[in-house]
């Protein structure tokens, strides 16, 4: 894992601000012409819950998610998130992607080609759920800090190494690129 920096200056797009307007957009949309991972009827009231809190301030969604959400609800909002963060540093290998708190967000930050950019951040509430995400997706035991998988977006695929830190910091390392299906065939 690099040497600890301190965050760029610009935090970026809130991501999750951004997910709610495509979702409130493509709710206009019939079922099958809604995005992947939009159509999810089952998510409505929480989406609709975030929605209404954005439509008054960004700041809000993370004190929304910390004391009014619950576990589980929490838990959803990452498990659709998840495959959309993965997918930011698949472009860029190179890469390795951070996720820091940084005061009241959990900020992920594109390392690549001796760089750093800061790509976005989420509520600060949400990043131990994202650690446990990680834990138990990757099969993590209870003293793990560090696995590799192999994850695919668009046809990309990358194996990957992700490490966790006992303070809800994570890095994933994209390692190596790997054949898509189609070109093993």
């Keep these: 894992m690099s040497a600890r920096k301190s965050p760029p200056?610009?935090?970026?797009p809130d991501l999750l601000a951004r997910y709610l307007n495509v979702y409130q957009q493509?709710?206009?949309?019939?079922?099958?012409?809604?995005?992947?991972g939009l159509g999810d009827d089952g998510l409505d009231a929480l989406w609709t819950r975030l929605t209404s809190a954005l439509d008054g301030d960004t700041r809000r969604l993370n004190e929304i998610i910390a004391t009014e959400f619950s576990p589980s609800e929490r838990a959803r909002v990452i498990e659709t998130l998840a495959p959309l963060l993965f997918a930011l540093p698949l472009?860029?290998?190179?890469?390795?992607l951070q996720a820091v708190e940084a005061g009241e967000r959990m900020l992920l930050i594109l390392h690549h080609a001796g760089e750093s950019q800061a790509v976005g951040y989420l509520p600060s509430a949400l990043a131990p759920v994202f650690a446990e995400f990680l834990r138990r997706v990757l099969h993590f035991s209870e003293k793990q800090r560090r696995a590799e998988a192999v994850i695919s977006s668009g046809g990309r695929r990358r194996?990957?190494?992700?490490?966790?830190?006992p303070d809800n910091r994570a890095a994933i390392r994209f390692l190596e690129r790997l054949p898509s299906p189609a070109e093993e065939h």
């Design 159 to 165: 194996r990957v190494s992700v490490t966790l830190q």
């Design 9 to 12: 200056a610009d935090l970026g």
């Design 91 to 96: 472009r860029s290998y190179p890469a390795e």
């Design 26 to 36: 493509s709710r206009q949309l019939s079922d099958i012409e809604r995005p992947w």
